[in-house]
């Protein structure tokens, strides 16, 4: 079945640098991948979403990247602000419904 | 922030009694998704709905099963509680179509003591 891979797990970066974090998965069928931000006690929170037909996409200081022949795509903060601290998580469809296969999470720290 | 409700926010009970926790949309959206949620596990699927009366299994169903009476309700319930069903449980709606984005509800603290 699907796997999706993580990396970092934690992750420090001064505050207005830019942090990028990596997944991989497993299911070339794939082809909806959506990245989740939480906040401590808090949902979460869907922040960027890209499909296949695409290998690009940026809102505002967030873009995420998709290379669907080495099935991995990543999450860029450009500009990082001390709000950007939180959990984020990967996401990759799998089967049908709308299912989605998690990442493990980051955990994204800014240092002042 | 979509229309979803989750009771009880938080419980606390003991090993071996039923629980239940309610997931309450009013998205009219088709699917709704359980979800647990423990650290280094990221947020894994327990069941979900694809429709009133229908339901499937994710990948961590055991010890768990789901009723979807109306569009709008989606219950979980323990059957027999145990301590490693302690978590904090999420609920997530999409529309029809595929690839639709999920949204989630606030999450329920479970304790089972």
């Known amino acids: 079945g699907e796997n999706v891979e993580q990396h970092p797990s934690t992750l420090s970066v001064q505050e207005g640098d830019s942090a990028v974090i990596k997944c991989t998965y497993s299911?070339?069928?794939?082809?909806?991948f959506p990245w989740y931000k939480q906040e401590l006690g808090k949902r979460p929170q869907l922040i960027i979403d890209?499909?296949?037909?695409?290998g690009e996409k940026k809102d505002q200081r967030i873009a995420v990247t998709l290379n669907k022949t080495a099935k991995h795509f990543s999450l860029h903060i450009t500009e990082t602000q001390p709000e950007d601290s939180a959990v984020y998580f990967c996401?990759?469809?799998?089967?049908?419904?709308?299912?989605?296969?998690f990442g493990s999470g980051t955990r994204l720290s800014i240092r002042p | 922030d979509a229309g979803i409700t989750q009771s009880p926010r938080h419980k606390v009970t003991e090993t071996g009694t039923p629980v239940t926790l309610r997931c309450h949309q009013t998205?009219?959206?088709?699917?709704m998704y359980w979800y647990r949620q423990d650290p280094g596990h990221g947020l894994r699927l327990i069941h979900y709905?694809?429709?009133?009366?229908?339901?499937d299994k994710g990948e961590v169903s055991d010890g768990y099963s789901v009723s979807r009476s109306k569009t709008e309700d989606f219950l979980l319930t323990l059957e027999s509680a145990t301590s490693s069903q302690t978590s904090v449980y999420f609920c997530?709606?999409?529309?029809?179509?595929?690839?639709?984005?999920?949204?989630f509800g606030d999450g329920t603290r479970l304790s089972i003591l």
């Open positions: 997530a709606i999409s529309g029809a179509g595929d690839n639709q984005p999920q949204h």
């Open positions: 299911d070339s069928a794939s082809n909806y």
């Open positions: 890209i499909r296949s037909n695409v």
């Open positions: 996401a990759a469809s799998y089967s049908s419904a709308s299912k989605i296969i």
């Open positions: 998205e009219n959206h088709r699917y």
């Open positions: 709905s694809y429709g009133v009366k229908d339901t």
